[in-house]
């Protein structure tokens, strides 16, 4: 069959809609005709494979990567940077409208000026066979990737070097079906002054010759500041377990972040431990923040509840505005992170509690504080029913919603609607080029009723 290729569907698949029917084919680029075939059909739509491009779209462009295409990390490396962003603007568009029901123009997506090597975390699968990768799309299969595009070089060369530890001591990897072998992942952290830290996920409390592994990594990443091994022997999917040992230097990095101010910006600095959750790309992060703080528009008497506030990013970047801000997070580790980064930058309007996100509002609902901003920015699985309905009783007048996921945004903006909440503003920003993925910063603000 063929046909013109209309738009993009959420994973990055071309749209191509023969007679009024729906067809997904992945590669394929808006605007281009191309012959493809059925190879699933589902009660509305049908998939594809792309089996040529009878005329190609100016879109398109040389993927710059070998493993593009058998590494699932990937998207849009076959399109021009600036049709990535169009269709990652539909993207929240459409789920905005579409799944929503906001009557508002997206606004463009802000772009990265460094599309590549903007990683600053990475977590690379182990295979029994000793591969270390990444997964090829929908499945666990580990491809070899030797130099991720967006992974920094120091990244990269960890990698290399405990492949050659493996290599030469025989250290096997993890079968994940059979729970059995010993490495199961290497993660990478690295921060903007060029620092890395290593750590190496096992299903075991020690490793064999770890002096040596020390020295591996020492030599050809002379920028690490840390090795860390990570124990976990537990069946299944999660990457970290609950133990850490320190091989040699320390166990975590310090970050910067410039948050406006209202004369100008400051720099904050971060603690990261290996488990907190932090921002991949730290330029995107920076124009991320930039908008959730524009977007709370704090004039210095506010009181703002973040919730999950992870190590207290948003939270100390609103306290900088605001007369007090409150964080809640249920990862201990990660609040007593954001308890030290509050006073490693000298803040004292910032308090934080280690407690779910939506019984906390419950909480404080319930004891009569009436934020006048809430904030979240929540995993991709996005809020509760419960954890809404919380939020709305409070009655904030703003709230500034953080997305890493357009189609649970759109369903939890319907929700938000059902208490007078109404999208004021959105704006995307490409955090992870390359990729689907995309977050957004909305803006709610309460529909006053006629009555009040």
């Given amino acids: 069959m063929t046909g013109v290729v209309e738009a993009y569907n959420s994973d990055g698949a071309g749209i191509v ?101 903007y990683r600053n975390k990475s977590q690379y699968p182990v295979s029994a066979d000793g591969v270390i990768g990444f997964y090829r799309a929908g499945s666990h299969e580990v491809v070899d990737v030797r130099d991720c595009l967006l992974q920094p070089p120091a990244t990269n060369r960890t990698a290399d070097a405990v492949r050659a530890w493996m290599s030469r001591y025989h250290v096997t990897g993890y079968d994940e079906r059979a729970g059995k072998g010993l490495i199961r992942h290497l993660y990478v952290r690295v921060n903007r002054r060029g620092e890395s830290l290593c750590c190496i996920v096992a299903n075991g409390k020690t490793l064999p010759k770890e002096p040596e592994l020390v020295g591996i990594v020492l030599q050809q990443v002379p920028e690490t500041v840390g090795v860390v091994l990570n124990t976990n ?16 230097g320390r166990d975590f990095l310090c970050d910067t972040l410039r948050v406006p101010v209202s004369d100008g910006t400051r720099e904050l600095c971060f603690k990261l431990s290996l488990p907190s959750f932090y921002q991949v790309n730290p330029e995107q992060t920076e124009k991320l923040y930039a908008l959730a703080v524009e977007n709370a528009a704090l004039s210095g008497a506010e009181t703002v509840l973040d919730l999950y506030c992870g190590i207290g990013t948003i939270t ?31 803040i004292t309007n910032a308090e934080f509690i280690c407690a779910d996100a939506a019984e906390l509002a419950r909480r404080v609902s319930a004891d009569g504080l009436r934020p006048d901003v809430v904030t979240v920015d929540p995993p991709r699985k996005g809020l509760t029913p419960d954890g809404i309905a919380s ?40 955090m992870f080029p390359g990729t689907r993925h995309v977050e957004t910063v909305v803006l709610l603000s309460r529909q006053k009723p006629d009555t009040e």
């Fill in 17 to 117: 809609k023969p007679d009024g029917a729906v067809v997904f084919v992945p590669g394929a680029v808006r605007g281009e005709t191309v012959e493809y075939r059925v190879t699933r059909t589902r009660a509305n739509v049908a998939e594809a494979e792309l089996c040529r491009v009878l005329t190609p779209s100016p879109f398109r462009r040389t993927p710059d990567c070998s493993c593009f295409g058998h590494c699932g990390g990937c998207d849009f490396r076959h399109v021009a940077y600036q049709e990535e962003l169009h269709a990652k603007r539909q993207r929240v568009q459409d789920a905005l409208t579409r799944l929503g029901g906001a009557e508002i123009e997206v606004e463009p997506v802000s772009g990265a000026e460094h599309p590549c090597r």
């Fill in 233 to 248: 022997t537990r069946r299944g999917n999660v990457i970290l377990g609950e133990r850490y040992r320190v091989l040699w």
């Fill in 316 to 346: 100390l970047s609103m306290a900088l505005s605001a007369r007090r801000v409150l964080g809640a997070e249920i990862v201990a580790h990660a609040v007593r992170d954001a308890a030290e980064n509050a006073s490693r930058n000298g």
């Fill in 391 to 430: 939020i709305a009783s409070m009655q904030p007048s703003r709230v500034v919603y953080v997305s890493c996921d357009p189609g649970t945004l759109g369903r939890d903006i319907q929700r938000f609607a059902a208490y007078g909440y109404r999208v004021r503003r959105a704006s995307p920003v490409d």
